[in-house]
């Protein structure tokens, strides 16, 4: 095939995507290096905008690195991680923004622990493999790297079981939060929900108190419910179910066969029995398209680490179908994520 000729700024622009590209894990990398370092701690501590001669001190760093600290600031500004404004003295200072006041500790919804697993080596050294291992068996890059999937490794490292239930129960304690409160309707009519993959039973708390009159149960691997606060292992399920960022961690054939567990357990379509699923729905609109980026980006982190993907709503729609379920509703209003409801 020809190629297309470029010439002058159409062709520097070319090389300047590629280059965007090439180094576009320097975001990654250097909110990293800012949690390592603790800045959206001292900058919340501080109590007002920071200068960096002051941020310097709190991080007890030598002086010789002030250039380089700038810099740091400068593209956590850029990924608005950071905004920036000016004292009194004309000085250049710093806050947090919403995203980073997600990165302090004593915020109850902080996102530290999913932070640390999302960009620590465990599930970034496996991309490295992801040209061969489209020419290998493996059915993970994860399983190349670890000779083994992510869910046995944890269950035999209890330090990795701990961080990776605290990064999903940071991260339902955000998203059920939205939920109970824009969604009500869908669960006001429940009375019992069994949470399909609960981890250590954040959703079920949160629903539990945002409605008291139903009555929730987790189903999670043993090693899991071990390390719950209050959670016991079950065998036989009734009621509704919740399936909350499960779906996504398997493959089609695996969610069929989910569902079709799902669909005996729940009640009769006569009685109002229905699963509710919150997952993605991928949408390729173009004018969405940091949504979108953000949900490409989990289905590659999806396919590399755990076999698993994200979805487009004709894809939900198949699996749905050939689980036996009849109708369904999706409310994309949680931004990247979705509510849905199937009903058999
Ligand atoms: C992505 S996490 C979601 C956790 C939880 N729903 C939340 O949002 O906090 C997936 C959960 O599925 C659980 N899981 C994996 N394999 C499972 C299995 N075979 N049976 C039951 N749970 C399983 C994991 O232990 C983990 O808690």
């Known amino acids: 095939m020809a190629f297309v000729e470029l010439k002058g700024v159409g062709l520097l622009e070319a090389q300047a995507h590629v280059w965007n590209h090439i180094l576009g894990y320097t975001n990654s990398m250097s909110l990293k290096c800012a949690l390592q370092l603790g800045i959206p701690d001292i900058i919340h501590h501080h109590g007002r905008p920071i200068t960096l001669s002051e941020l310097l001190t709190a991080l007890a760093i030598s002086s010789t690195k002030t ?60 991309w490295n493999s992801l040209g061969a291992w489209f020419r290998q068996p ?23 079981n701990n961080l990776f239930n605290e990064a999903m129960a940071n991260d339902t304690r955000l998203l059920m939060t939205v939920v109970v409160r824009d969604c009500s309707e869908v669960f006001r009519s429940l009375r019992s929900l069994v949470d399909v993959g609960g981890g250590t039973g954040t959703t079920a708390r949160i629903i539990s108190e945002a409605f008291p009159h139903i009555k929730c149960t987790i189903l999670d691997l043993p090693h899991v419910v071990a390390a719950s606060p209050e959670s016991t292992m079950i065998n036989s399920i009734g009621g509704d179910i919740i399936v909350q960022w499960i779906l996504h961690d398997w493959s089609d054939e695996d969610c069929v066969k ?87």
């Open 258 to 344: 989910i569902l079709r567990r799902c669909k005996e357990a729940i009640p009769s379509k006569e009685e109002g029995g229905k699963v509710i699923i919150l997952d993605m729905v991928v949408n390729e609109d173009m004018r969405h398209h940091k949504s979108t980026e953000t949900q490409l980006f989990f289905d590659m982190m999806m396919m590399v680490n755990f076999g698993g993907k994200e979805r487009s709503e004709f894809e939900w729609l198949k699996i749905f179908t050939d689980a036996g379920f009849t109708q369904y509703k999706i409310k994309p209003i949680l931004d990247v994520r979705s509510i849905m409801e199937i009903y058999p």
């Open 138 to 160: 493996e059915s993970t890059c994860f399983e190349m790297a670890n000779g083994t999937t992510f869910w046995d490794l944890a269950s035999q490292h209890p330090e990795l």
């Open 67 to 126: 250039d380089s600290l700038w810099r740091l600031m400068r593209i956590l500004v850029h990924s608005g991680f950071i905004a920036r404004g000016t004292n009194r003295n004309e000085e250049e200072t710093y806050l947090l923004t919403p995203s980073s006041q997600l990165l302090v500790k004593e915020n109850s919804m902080n996102m530290l622990a999913f932070a640390q697993v999302g960009v620590g080596p465990l599930l970034t050294t496996p």
